[in-house]
């Protein structure tokens, strides 16, 4: 166990970057912040009176459900036309992540994720014990998953497959043909397809050949209202499994943690969904044909950026512009010479940030 926590710690580490920003920011110094991810604290406006909803008085009865109260997953199930007995609710979808782990896994089991992809996994996959190896995605006018090196990465303690459909931050949809061949390689070794379909409403420029959901062929595909209507702080996710999944029961019953208001509330909120939505989309949308020599986008938040020296540029970025870009190192690219930037940047701050960007790179 020792070494699951060094790692924890080690990840933790603060980069450079980081540093520096903070550095600056507690010097006051205005930034040009081209990483924000955070629909709350990006300009997207909600509709007046829709907390209201969190005080209806059903909420006043405490009624524990290990995974959910029954009228709020029917209303996940209607939304995804999901079987009622496959739909179980979480706080987030790192706790769904948390308690498939906990099933799947014992002490010492791997489960693989994409690279490049989100850093969290190193750190849900270590709190639970589990060892993360990692599949390659290779670009080739669009990203594509390495099936002869995943398949050299799996071995009898190979748990699940995670996939991120769309991926963040390369914002590209597996392809139908991989979605073939991926339940092949994990039916023939009893492997589970775990699906993060969080971004998947938001379709940029998607190929024809891209499958924009795995439900009914992943053995859990998770989302949430994070980011489905733009709101991180309602804690309240979802998966959607193959089959209904009673063993999991014991470990929602543990914990209980899901809110009562919230899943009350949750059908009046998921009408916000179109008016969140659109306004992301087109912000989306208006902030990638701001982006110079981008990567393909065919979904997401988020848009990738080749460079010569991504470290270099991103520090002088920061250290003589003050524009903050991510490196890709912090989504564990395999290859050095890539920036990320958050296309839900407020259009005014994203624009004034690509000038200066342009102004360095080119």
């Given amino acids: 166990m020792r070494g699951f926590h060094r790692e924890i710690f080690a990840i ?4 450079a970057i980081s540093a520096l920003a903070a550095e600056k920011r507690r010097a006051g110094v205005d930034l040009l912040d081209l990483t924000e991810s955070n629909p709350t604290r990006a300009g997207i406006v909600y509709p007046a009176g829709f907390l209201g909803a969190l005080a209806d008085e059903r909420s006043l009865l405490y009624e524990p459900e290990p995974f959910g109260l029954q009228a ?4 996940i199930a209607a939304e995804y036309d999901a079987p009622f007995d496959n739909v179980i609710l979480t706080a987030s979808t790192s706790e769904a992540y948390s308690w498939i782990f906990k099933l799947l896994c014992d002490p010492g089991d791997e489960v693989l994720v994409p690279r490049p992809s989100y850093p969290l996994f190193e750190h849900l996959a270590a ?3 589990v060892v993360v190896k990692h599949y390659r ?5 669009g990203w594509f998953i390495d099936f002869h090196m995943l398949e050299r990465a799996m071995n009898e303690r190979t748990r699940a497959i995670v996939l991120v459909n769309p991926n963040n931050p390369t914002g590209h949809y597996i392809r139908r043909h991989e979605v073939e061949e991926l339940a092949a390689v ?3 070794r009893g492997v589970s397809i775990l699906s993060d379909e969080v971004f998947a ?3 940029i420029d998607p190929d024809r050949e891209s499958a924009r959901t795995l439900r009914g062929v992943a053995d859990f595909a998770l989302s949430g209202l994070s980011k489905v209507v733009g709101l991180p702080q309602m804690k309240l996710a979802w998966m959607i499994t193959k089959r209904p999944m009673p063993e999991m029961e014991i470990i929602a019953d543990t914990y209980l943690s899901l ?3 919230v899943q009350v509330a949750l059908p009046a909120l998921l009408e916000l969904r179109e008016t969140v939505q659109l306004q992301i989309l087109a912000r989306v949308r208006a902030n990638l044909e701001r982006t110079p020599r981008h990567l393909r986008v065919e979904a997401g938040w988020y848009a990738v950026v080749p460079v010569t020296d991504e470290d270099d540029t991103a520090l002088r970025l920061l250290r003589e512009h003050n524009v903050l870009v991510q490196p890709g190192y912090f989504y564990d690219f395999e290859k050095q010479g890539y ?3 958050s296309l839900l940047t407020r259009p005014e701050v994203f624009e004034a940030g690509m000038d200066r960007f342009r102004g360095v790179c080119g």
């Avoid at 995605?137 to 006018?141: I, K, M, S």
């Fill in 72 to 75: 709020a997953r029917e209303r």
């Fill in 339 to 341: 920036l990320v930037v």
């Fill in 137 to 141: 995605l290779f670009y080739d006018h």
């Fill in 201 to 203: 409403d938001y379709a």
């Fill in 259 to 261: 809110g009562t208001p």
């Fill in 186 to 188: 994990c039916d023939r």
């Fill in 12 to 15: 933790r580490e603060i980069n």
């Fill in 127 to 129: 709190m639970e014990s």
